[in-house]
């Protein structure tokens, strides 16, 4: 699932405020979600990133099972550790892969390390068709690719164009450009699932792609001109 952030994309917008590059932004949940996007897909996978509410859905049986016999109420009502510790189990061991061995089990670090080095020249590859089709003659752009550290539910993936110059700013960008990093990010070899159990793998969640617009070839300037 994956969503390309710019301030005309998100329904908060305030969200897009950053004070350095590259900066995390899935930590700010649900204001990040396309206008028109309740009820969607995408909606639901954003709520799964709410800490709260996934205590809420471990401990959904408990109260389910009071209900189912009332008679049970009581004892399963004084047995709070037990319900930290259900909550506990589902974020660590469920949910999370929390050390090297775990990480190792996924995927080799060699293997994840070359699923990293496909993100990054993808990337510049994005990155510079944008600077060429731009004009951008100086300055950094950064692609910055955000996955999610959930395991086990379908991998969501946030992209935004940041640069610091002048200022820390994410970047807008306009549908043909969205759609740029839609048809190259990922594909039938690269999925966006391998790039999560890549991600998991390696346990780093933010890929910066980083490109100096003074090293755009002449030949891609002359490229997006043709294409403009």
Aim: glycine share 4%; with cysteine; aromatic share 6%.
């Amino acid at each position: 699932m994956l969503h390309v952030v710019t301030p005309s994309t998100v329904t908060n917008r305030a969200v897009m405020r950053i004070r350095k590059v590259p900066r995390q932004l899935i930590g700010h949940g649900m204001g990040l979600l396309p206008h028109g996007s309740f009820g969607r897909a995408i909606f639901w996978r954003m709520a799964t990133e709410i800490s709260f509410l996934r205590y809420c859905a471990a401990l959904t049986p408990f109260p389910v099972a009071m209900l189912l016999f009332p008679e049970a109420a009581l004892p399963i009502g004084q047995f709070p550790a037990f319900m930290f510790l259900v909550v506990y189990l589902v974020e660590s061991r469920v949910l999370s892969v929390d050390n090297a061995d775990r990480r190792h089990r996924l995927m080799p670090e060699e293997e994840a390390e070359r699923g990293a080095d496909i993100a990054r020249v993808r990337g510049r590859e994005i990155l510079t068709r944008i600077a060429a089709r731009r004009g951008m003659r100086a300055g950094d752009l950064h692609l910055v690719i955000e996955q999610s550290s959930l395991a086990r539910i379908p991998p969501i993936t946030l992209v935004s164009l940041q640069t610091a110059t002048p200022e820390p700013q994410i970047l807008e960008m306009d549908e043909e450009e969205r759609q740029l990093i839609r048809d190259t990010l990922f594909d039938a070899e690269f999925t966006e699932e391998r790039m999560h159990i890549t991600s998991l793998a390696l346990g780093r969640f933010l890929h910066d792609v980083t490109l100096d617009a003074r090293s755009v070839s002449a030949h891609a300037r002359l490229e997006a001109l043709a294409t403009a």
